[in-house]
């Protein structure tokens, strides 16, 4: 079997049409600009025109295919995922890659912390969500696919779906961000069996857990921790950047990943291992 193994043709994403739910900001921005700068057609999906609308105009600054495109939508509901999935067919009948980013988080003291905005909330966002998005735009994920050129889903897990820490610099002082990390181990869980059942549709699902990166979720301890803070616990020196997240997302997309199905891939420089230190290392 003859491959044309050229970097323009392993990791070639022009001409893909794309969607990212919670593109109007942090990763999923950051990773919709690297398939537009690259060629692909990407439509982003957030709550707030606003910020879609601004997130847009810079997309498509760096964009050399299709001018990028968005909706406004909610997905922490079936039938907001539905609405989002029957607006994006009425202006395409296939779709590449879909990167289910959307994400929330909540922060409460552990004895008062809230159900509905805090556990019910939270999950149907972060895990809800990319089962409803997923399932419903299967057909056209599987259609015209092979196993050499599949569709593709991205799910944007975390690190903290390995690192059972609640409480500490991202959230106030005496709150913990009980019910996140837990949605997002069965984000990973979820991308397991996805990619279970979607394999001989032709259709890969993997998960990036990205660690520290730049973002609304992370605003906060940035703000009140600083960021050189961050970074000394960062043994790359540097918490994320778009080019992280973004390679790594156009990667799973690529030809260069048809193989690649059922994986979560931590994106964290390594940040995870210094956590699990039982003691500081001694100076000899």
Same mark, same amino acid.
């Given at each position: 079997m003859s491959s044309d193994l050229r970097l323009e043709s392993l990791f070639k994403v022009k001409g893909k049409i794309v969607l990212v739910t919670g593109g109007g900001s942090g990763i999923g921005k950051m990773i919709a600009t690297g398939f537009a700068q690259n060629g692909a057609?990407?439509?982003?999906? /957030?709550?707030? =025109?606003?910020?879609l609308k601004e997130a847009v105009n810079?997309?498509?600054? @760096? /964009?050399?295919?299709?001018?990028? =495109?968005?909706? @406004?939508?909610? @997905?922490?509901? #079936?039938a907001g995922c539905n609405a989002l999935i029957a607006e994006f067919r009425k202006? =395409?009948? #296939?779709?590449h890659v879909l990167v289910n980013n959307s994400g929330i988080t909540w922060g409460g003291p552990f004895l008062d912390f809230p159900e509905e905005k805090g556990w019910d909330n939270v999950f149907n966002v972060n895990v809800k969500s990319i089962f409803y998005m997923t399932a419903g735009l299967s057909d056209l994920l599987a259609k015209d696919s092979t196993n050499l050129d599949p569709g593709r @889903? $991205?799910? $944007?897990?975390?690190t903290a779906s390995v690192e059972p820490a609640s409480e500490g /610099?991202?959230?106030? =002082?005496?709150?913990?961000?009980?019910?996140?990390?837990?949605s997002k181990a069965a984000v990973n869980h979820l991308t397991s069996q996805l990619a279970v059942k979607l394999v001989s549709s032709n259709i890969t699902v993997n998960a990036i857990c990205p660690g520290l990166f730049p973002s609304k979720m992370t605003a906060y301890g940035l703000k009140t921790a600083g960021a050189e803070a961050f970074n000394e616990g960062q043994p790359t020196g540097r918490f994320g950047a778009p080019s992280d997240i973004a390679g790594l997302a156009l990667f799973l997309a690529s030809p260069g990943s048809a193989h690649v199905t059922g994986t979560h891939i931590l994106l964290d420089g390594g940040s995870r291992f210094l956590r699990q230190a039982i003691a500081p290392a001694l100076k000899l």
């Amino acid at each position: 079997m003859s491959s044309d193994l050229r970097l323009e043709s392993l990791f070639k994403v022009k001409g893909k049409i794309v969607l990212v739910t919670g593109g109007g900001s942090g990763i999923g921005k950051m990773i919709a600009t690297g398939f537009a700068q690259n060629g692909a057609k990407v439509y982003i999906a /957030a709550r707030k =025109e606003n910020q879609l609308k601004e997130a847009v105009n810079d997309i498509n600054k @760096v /964009a050399t295919g299709p001018k990028a =495109e968005y909706f @406004v939508a909610n @997905v922490g509901s #079936k039938a907001g995922c539905n609405a989002l999935i029957a607006e994006f067919r009425k202006r =395409e009948n #296939k779709l590449h890659v879909l990167v289910n980013n959307s994400g929330i988080t909540w922060g409460g003291p552990f004895l008062d912390f809230p159900e509905e905005k805090g556990w019910d909330n939270v999950f149907n966002v972060n895990v809800k969500s990319i089962f409803y998005m997923t399932a419903g735009l299967s057909d056209l994920l599987a259609k015209d696919s092979t196993n050499l050129d599949p569709g593709r @889903v $991205i799910n $944007i897990s975390s690190t903290a779906s390995v690192e059972p820490a609640s409480e500490g /610099a991202l959230s106030a =002082e005496g709150n913990g961000t009980w019910s996140y990390q837990p949605s997002k181990a069965a984000v990973n869980h979820l991308t397991s069996q996805l990619a279970v059942k979607l394999v001989s549709s032709n259709i890969t699902v993997n998960a990036i857990c990205p660690g520290l990166f730049p973002s609304k979720m992370t605003a906060y301890g940035l703000k009140t921790a600083g960021a050189e803070a961050f970074n000394e616990g960062q043994p790359t020196g540097r918490f994320g950047a778009p080019s992280d997240i973004a390679g790594l997302a156009l990667f799973l997309a690529s030809p260069g990943s048809a193989h690649v199905t059922g994986t979560h891939i931590l994106l964290d420089g390594g940040s995870r291992f210094l956590r699990q230190a039982i003691a500081p290392a001694l100076k000899l």
